[in-house]
């Protein structure tokens, strides 16, 4: 099974932009549905996106259609998160997951179908 590993989070000012990576190790990245799930302080884990195996369908949580675009490069193992027009409320620890169960429309919505997850990575969005 891969491991995961996020980077690119930092701090930005409200209207910036970041771009998350989730390196995949192994060598069937592409059997996995990916997701991105953010955890603000104080509050549970909450989806952000999915992505299907090979990248052509794609599901976002309402509050980041149109800022945030998810893609995913599997010659390179590796998932993103495009976030703009960040606001002080994107402001968590975005986790990528990982999963090889079945899920309609190809996409995994909510916590539960993904059973690997990386460590985290803290996005910070000034005021």
């Known amino acids: 099974q891969v491991q995961l590993v996020e980077s690119g989070g930092g701090l930005v000012q409200a209207g910036g932009s970041l771009r998350l990576s989730c390196a995949a190790s192994g060598r069937t990245f592409s059997n996995y549905i990916m997701g991105w799930f953010r955890q603000a302080p104080g509050k549970e884990r909450a989806f952000v996106a999915s992505i299907s195996r090979g990248g052509s369908l794609t599901t976002y949580a309402d509050s980041e259609k149109g800022r945030f675009t998810i893609f995913r490069d599997n010659a390179k193992n590796t998932l993103y998160l495009q976030m703009n027009s960040l606001t002080p409320e994107d402001t968590a620890v975005y986790y990528c997951?990982?999963?090889?169960?079945?899920?309609?429309?190809?996409?995994?919505?909510?916590?539960?179908?993904?059973?690997?997850w990386g460590q985290g990575t803290q996005v910070t969005v000034s005021s």
């Open positions: 997951a990982a999963t090889t169960m079945f899920c309609p429309g190809g996409t995994c919505q909510g916590r539960s179908p993904y059973n690997l």
